[in-house]
């Protein structure tokens, strides 16, 4: 359960700030309202415009560590409920959509016998990088400002209890179903060894993304990255 927060104004980025907290052994939040070398999947720059929520999670779960980028996302869609948004989807493993544009993006590190979780949500961001042009932001959905420090808060009282049923229950994947988007969806594939393109057929229930091949092939997808080719 988190309950402790560190905040910071100014950091390189939340992960590389996180991995100096975990010889404290406990669950906790490191949040910063800037950061100069934010990253997301694969290595990428994660651009942090001011008024975006920048934080990362320090959990020991000890087993179902596959299922993290899974309740990280589904925390953030049941937080945007909260504020009565719409059009939102998940698409896997760690994105979420507000209208078919990424507002949420998440990262699972495993450090020791740690999971550092990230989360870059996109709240009073307006002037998002122009490179991003399938990006959105909370505000700019809506119109409305939104307090960090509530949607912080909120954030966390909705991350406890479902990651708490992870630890004693395992959750059940099948809701994602009501968010995933791309099912039956022709999608790019990349893996270390060869890109390929594959229909989206289904999400296990270990997180695990169900694709088949041009060939025909059913293939399960764990950590590789998958592109939508129409946006």
Known sequence: MIQEVVRFKDVSSTQDTAKRFIHRHHEMAIVAQHQRRGRGRHGRAWSSPTGGLY????????????????????????????????????????????????????ICEQHKDSVICGIGLNVNSIDLPPNL?????????????????????????????LYQELLERG?????????????????????????????ICDVNSDWSLLVRDESGVSRTLYCQEVRRLVW
């Open 133 to 161: 042009g399938n990006a959105t932001s909370m505000i700019r959905e809506t119109g409305r400002t939104y307090d960090l420090d509530e949607v912080l808060t909120y954030y966390i009282r909705i991350f406890n209890p």
């Open 55 to 106: 934080l990362s999670l320090i959990l020991f779960p000890g087993h179902r560590m596959m299922l993290i980028p899974f309740l990280a996302s589904l925390s953030v869609v049941r937080l945007l409920e909260h504020y009565a948004l719409s059009g939102i989807a998940i698409h896997w493993p760690n994105d979420v959509l507000l209208h078919d544009k990424k507002v949420c993006g998440v």
């Open 171 to 199: 959750l059940k994947v099948a809701e994602a179903l009501n968010y995933i988007t791309g099912i039956g969806e022709v999608v790019e594939v990349v893996t270390r060894n060869a890109t390929f393109t594959a229909t």
